[in-house]
């Protein structure tokens, strides 16, 4: 890899920028991907695996992935503004980690559905729904089947370089 300069980017540009393009895709600030980095390790299952597994298990990304909004950012503030239920309890954590059989649901007001949750929500599923989520367009309410099944080549990160740049 080279720079618009023409210079080699060294071993350690290229971890970096593999790590920074994972944690800029799912919005996560530096000191949470060291810590989900950290548990990923704990597993017994290949780490770079396992980290993007603990990734797409967040709350907002599981929102993104259901198709409920257009963008990872705006399924985080539409879960810190409390849009959302996790098994019946509102959660407005976006790191929540969902685990199998969650249901999540937009949380259902006392005067109806706010009209630009009614906006974003029509024509759902934007977008193909990944075979560990179903989606219930009726009920505006999404399950966690199982955990997430997700290659890195599907993502476009290559998991071997992040895991390099936190083994030096």
């Known amino acids: 890899m080279q720079t618009q300069k023409g210079r080699r980017i060294s071993d350690w540009g290229v971890h970096l920028r593999e790590k ?8 996560v600030f530096e000191q949470q991907f060291s810590n989900y980095f950290d548990l990923a390790k704990l597993d017994k299952g290949p780490s770079g695996d396992v980290l ?3 990734l797409e298990k967040r709350l907002d990304n599981v929102v993104f992935r259901l198709a409920f909004v257009d963008s990872r950012a705006q399924a985080r503030q539409l879960v810190n503004h409390g849009y959302f239920t996790v ?3 509102k959660v407005d954590i976006p790191s929540y980690l969902v685990k199998p059989n969650d249901v999540i649901a937009w949380v259902k007001k006392d005067k109806g559905t706010p009209e630009f949750v009614a906006n974003l929500t029509e024509g759902l599923p934007k977008r193909p729904v990944p075979e ?7 009920n505006l309410e999404g399950k966690v089947l199982s955990d997430p099944i997700i290659s890195a080549e599907e993502m476009g990160i290559e998991t071997r370089l992040i895991v390099e740049f936190y083994s030096k």
């Open 132 to 138: 560990w989520l179903s989606l219930d367009v009726e």
């Open 52 to 54: 993007l597994q603990i």
């Open 87 to 89: 098994n019946g309890k």
């Open 20 to 27: 920074q393009k994972a944690r800029w895709t799912y919005g």
